[in-house]
């Protein structure tokens, strides 16, 4: 067997050692009292009895000071440390034997040799060749015994009971063995697993990875993070050149692979169609995305919500599927408030094939020092430790508090604003945030 796997059964042995003979020694103290209390005038006569509840307590001594000498050593070979089970086998199997030899009622004798063995064989994982070794000896010992008394029934019983004690102890101990192998099978399968998926977030962040170029009447911010190696958060700037041309920003249903991977398929095919439908209305490129996902993805059930913006001189044209509504802040007035709170030009989700989306968009203007700040769900719905959300209201309040600091650590605010609430919380949601500054 594997040193891994013996490791492991000495610590299972070890922790059902110290739960054992806790019983058995309670068992003794109590039997020893009962025994000195009820023949407390005829002590002498019952001595013998009186020692053989005694030998309880001192094995169940013996047993756990032997493994805690193994649990500070664990340089030890194994079989040294996995010497206080095989104490414990021994002496239950032994102390049950005796009681053959103590009690004249050899039924109960017997009966308490059973519960020992199943003890010893269903608690504690011992090597087969000890057990059946150790169990024949004992069993030999006491089938004389139980002849010398004519008692022909059990002595067939005793010996029956043996043999499928041993058979008991042949088919744990390879049921452990093959445990082990599962084991092993299964923690090879998650770290392939954890492989791909650093691989596919590594690839990912490949994708997305881009150096901005220092734009041309807009400053840009932007964060977003994977809470499962991969997102299904994607953000982009469609630029040429100096130009900032159009931004989006999407969200893909479900967690994980699936999500993420639908995120590189989706990237090209919005970088495609944006760049080369610039003379179209935003909502009939949008349209064109949404059929052209719906076709690529085939039978992939994740659906996305967005938003995609492009610039058009002064205005800023958008179109939102879906998405949460994002926040505008108007420099001059002071004022930070909800587009399109209304929904009024709020559409479907992109890429869902058993609806056909229409899609609306309209127009807004950002006056110099306005912002526009774009972000997932991941934001809104970050739960803290009551399971509360963060929530419009607060992202709102952490926007008027941000938009007061240095354009660059504005993110980081927010982003401060969400640790605060949620703590120690664990999140499941990807959180992208993205935020425009007119120049």
Request: proline residues 2%; hydrophobic residues 40%; glycine residues 6%.
């Amino acid at each position: 067997m594997p040193k891994e796997k013996k490791a492991a059964i000495i610590s299972m042995n070890l922790r059902r050692l110290s739960q054992i003979e806790q019983v058995i020694f309670s068992f003794g103290m109590i039997m020893c009292t009962v025994t000195i209390i009820k023949y407390s005038k005829d002590f002498k006569s019952h001595i013998f009895e009186f020692l053989y509840y005694f030998g309880f307590v001192l094995s169940a001594i013996h047993v756990m000071i032997s493994a805690i000498r193994s649990t500070k050593h664990t340089e030890w070979a194994v079989w040294k440390r996995n010497s206080p089970t095989y104490h414990a086998v021994f002496e239950i199997l032994l102390l049950s034997m005796l009681y053959f030899f103590v009690s004249p009622n050899t039924f109960t004798s017997y009966t308490i040799y059973i519960n020992a063995s199943i003890i010893a064989v269903v608690m504690l994982a011992v090597d087969p060749f000890f057990y059946c070794m150790v169990n024949t000896f004992f069993s030999i010992i006491i089938l004389s015994a139980v002849l010398s008394r004519h008692q022909i029934s059990i002595s067939i019983n005793i010996l029956i009971t043996g043999i499928i004690m041993c058979g008991l102890s042949l088919f744990r101990w390879s049921s452990l063995i093959k445990e082990f192998r599962l084991e092993k099978i299964r923690d090879a399968q998650l770290e392939s697993m954890e492989k791909e998926i650093e691989l596919a977030a590594f690839v990912q962040e490949s994708f997305s990875q881009k150096k901005m170029p220092k734009l041309e009447g807009y400053d840009v911010s932007y964060y977003s993070k994977a809470m499962a190696g991969v997102s299904g958060d994607m953000y982009d700037f469609y630029t040429q050149g100096r130009k900032l041309k159009g931004v989006g920003i999407f969200d893909v249903s479900g967690h994980g692979i699936s999500s993420g991977l639908v995120t590189m398929l989706v990237r090209n095919i919005i970088q495609q169609e944006f760049h080369q439908n610039l003379n179209k209305p935003l909502a009939q490129v949008m349209q064109i995305i949404d059929r052209r996902i719906k076709k690529e993805k085939r039978n992939i059930e994740n659906y996305l919500t967005g938003i995609l913006l492009r610039m058009n001189g002064d205005k800023i044209e958008i179109v939102n599927a879906g998405h949460p509504y994002p926040i505008l802040y108007k420099k001059h007035e002071k004022r930070c408030f909800f587009f399109d709170e209304e929904r009024k030009y709020t559409s479907g989700v992109i890429g869902l094939s058993t609806i056909e989306t229409e899609f609306s968009q309209t127009t807004f203007s950002l006056a110099k020092g306005d912002e526009l700040i774009l972000y997932t769900d991941g934001v809104k719905e970050a739960l803290n430790l009551e399971h509360d959300e963060f929530g419009s209201k607060r992202i709102m309040q952490s926007v008027k508090n941000a938009v007061k600091a240095d354009f660059n650590s504005q993110i980081h605010h927010i982003l401060t604003d969400m640790g605060l609430f949620t703590e120690e919380a664990s999140q499941n949601d990807d959180i992208t945030i993205v935020i425009l500054r007119k120049k």
